[in-house]
């Protein structure tokens, strides 16, 4: 029988800040990966071409949180990165956002303004004031024909489903800009770690009293686990029981396949991430992680992503008949003592790297008061 206070299944965000945290309060930490990494999907190393590339896809990070980037700064050294994003539409490549220079280019128009820009979207968008699905949010903020040429086609590739099958809220996160800022994100802070995110959680698990065990499945070894004190769990919640409401009923995930290519010629593309939001190809974007930290080498590595509905859970499917099976399974999770589904897979909800690092903090936060509110009250008894 293996025994810890705190065991914690995945060595992803969610369950490296929670193993540090208690690691740190003086608990013996036990953490149960099934991959042979630490780090989760932000994994990346140093490929054949020496240049840092991300295992399942680029992670930027970027938040207004300032305890979390108090946070991440106490265990990496980060460099200034303002992720900007290009899309291939109409055989020309134009920013997301959209923006002014979208619309200028998309159009041939001449916008200067940021009058002119929310005038342009207010006469070419419908007016749809609680937007019933995806297709009407993007209708909303854009109109039909920006709709059509960036949006409505990328989010079938995407998720395998057109906008109008999925909830508001995955449009909704569209942002639109009414001036020239080609920045993906607007939060305050925006970095890479400068040794990338693989170090960053090694030196998070590195405390003498955390132990990590890689390559191992939480369900072989279910049986030889117990003693703790909290168990932490942060896959799929539908696998957690089972799949007890029928595999008729399992969660919706997408996955991503990505391809991998050597290129013998300095750069590939103009930029590190470029969209294909067209019908005429069936991946969704290009990375050529040289962009990065300004790389240098020879060669360049390019890496395609396909979505598909097969390989490790990604994205949770945001419609009504799976927030229904969630619900059933949270209600599961809910009659539990002592075990606590966190992050994206286990909570079925989009995290953005930030959330899920302030996720993981204020559950510890507020697991701690607990503790310390129940020692109070039975000292006092």
Partial sequence: MRNADIVIIGAGISGAVLAERYANAGKKVLVIEKRNHIAGNCYDYTDENGILVSKYGAHLFHTNYEDVWQYVNSFSEWYNWEHKVLAKVDGQLVPIPVNITTVNKLFGLAINTEEEMSAWLKNNSPEIENPANGEEAALAKVGPVLYEKMFKHYTKKQWDKYPAELDASVLNRIPVRTNHD????????????????????????????????????????????????????????????????????????????????????????????????????????????????????????????????????????????????????????????????????????????????????????????????????????
């Fill in 182 to 381: 080609d920045r993906y994100f607007s939060d305050k802070y925006q970095a890479l770690p400068k040794r990338g995110y693989t170090e960053l959680f090694r030196n998070m698990l590195k405390h003498p009293n955390i132990e990590v065990m890689l390559n191992v499945d939480y369900f072989d070894i279910s049986d030889e686990i117990g003693g703790y004190e909290k168990l932490f769990y942060t896959g799929p919640i539908d696998r957690f029981f089972d799949f007890k409401h029928g595999l008729e009923d399992k969660l919706e995930y997408r996955s991503i396949n990505f391809v991998s290519e050597t290129l013998d010629q300095p750069f590939f593309q103009e930029n590190s991430v470029v969209n294909y939001p067209g019908e005429d190809v069936d991946f969704t974007r290009i990375i050529e992680y040289k962009h990065f930290g300004y790389q240098k080498s020879e060669k360049t590595t390019v890496v395609r992503e396909y979505t598909t509905d097969e390989g490790e859970p990604y994205y949770p499917v945001p419609n009504t008949k799976n927030q229904e099976i969630y619900e059933r399974y949270k209600a599961e999770a809910d009659k539990l003592l002592d075990v606590y589904f966190v992050g994206r897979l286990a909570n079925y909800k989009y995290f953005n790297m930030d959330q899920a690092f302030k996720n993981a903090l204020d559950l510890f936060a507020s697991l701690e008061q607990e503790s310390t509110i129940t020692n109070v009250l039975s000292k006092a008894v």
